[in-house]
């Protein structure tokens, strides 16, 4: 009776773990949701004006084996912008292009507008796609543009910098007289609101103060002639430089457009870096012999050889979060080296204390503070 029992309560077990891994089998699992990708052309625009500008898009699909559907949402924000952002659908078979010009007016049916454009479509490979445009004016001098890439999230930063930039009348012979102007936008393609920072310098000083502008959702914002707004009005530079921080990362770019012809180039936002307090370690000594239990001195003590490597670096002036004139108040440039390590007891002789005396004086200089040295 015994043996029956105990085979009965080994059989049940089995049957209900066998039943539940059928179960598990019979029901399909959850569809995995779909990868999709997206390029963004941060700047588009068709608007007749003083100095009209319109953009040519390009739209080139790299697989060799199949088509690709694309949906491209166009986000105005500048000039008589929908209520709603209008959409395209775009299928490319393989290995195939297509032309929209003055898509924003045509493709978009939004005219005397601007903003971004943002092509959506399957799979998690940005390169499937290629995205290219001509941003240009018909006047003075029907035609003059300048190439606009389409750009992926990897090149969406949260600190970038804008070099190259010009403003002002630069040299005669280099223009005329007439000069340069400049103009730098952002576009959000997060999905929260960005804060963002502007800041200038030109001819190795900062210009003016900072600008900070919130940018909404999938939107964006462009500021005009960047060295007024900055409160540099009158600033002659062609060796401009702009930074821009932001707590979401977004695309940045500058338009530096020449004052006689209407011709633009553009600058792409270039990853910068984080501004970091300088660090600095100490100084190595001249090692002590060794073979003997009382070391031999030259008279004078030893020669404290330090490492020029280890001398911190002053950062740039600014009023910029990104930028730091001088060293924290009431430290001087040496204040981060630490003290020597204590050496390990060697027995009591007159030298050793004589040396420990002079790294202990030593070490009080490199701690010392010395003047605050700012500058660019």
Known sequence: MRTTQETRFRVVPFLF????VLFAFAVPAAPAAAQTSTITLPAAASIVGISPFFSDVRVFNTSYSGAVNITAT??????????????ITINLASRDSQAFNDIVANAFASP???GGIEFTFDGGDPSLIIVTSRFY???????????????????????????????GNTTASNNDGAGFRTNVGVYNPTDATATVTFTGFANHAPIGGNVQRAIPPH???????????LGGVGTNTDEGVIFV???QAIYSYAAVIDNNTSDPYLVLGAPDQPLTEPTATRSPLTPLPTGTKTPTRTPGGPTATPNASASPTVTPASG??????????????????EPPAP??????????????????????????????QGGW
């Open 17 to 20: 773990v066998f039943g539940v």
């Open 74 to 87: 166009y986000y105005c924000f500048i000039g008589a912008c929908p209520g709603t952002p209008p959409q």
């Open 112 to 114: 005397n507008s601007a």
């Open 137 to 167: 004016s018909t006047t003075p001098n029907p035609t003059v543009g300048m190439f606009i890439p389409g750009l992926d999230a990897s090149q969406a930063h949260q600190l970038s910098v804008l070099s190259s930039v010009q403003t």
């Open 219 to 229: 939107s964006g914002l462009q500021l005009n002639s960047i060295f007024d707004q």
């Open 245 to 247: 921080q932001s707590d």
């Open 320 to 337: 910029s979060p990104l930028i730091r004139r001088n060293p924290a108040p009431g430290r001087g440039l040496m204040s981060a080296f």
């Open 343 to 372: 050496r390990p007891a060697s027995g009591p002789s007159e030298p050793s204390r004589l040396a420990s005396l002079f790294e202990e004086r030593y070490a009080a200089v490199l701690r010392a503070p010395l003047p605050d």
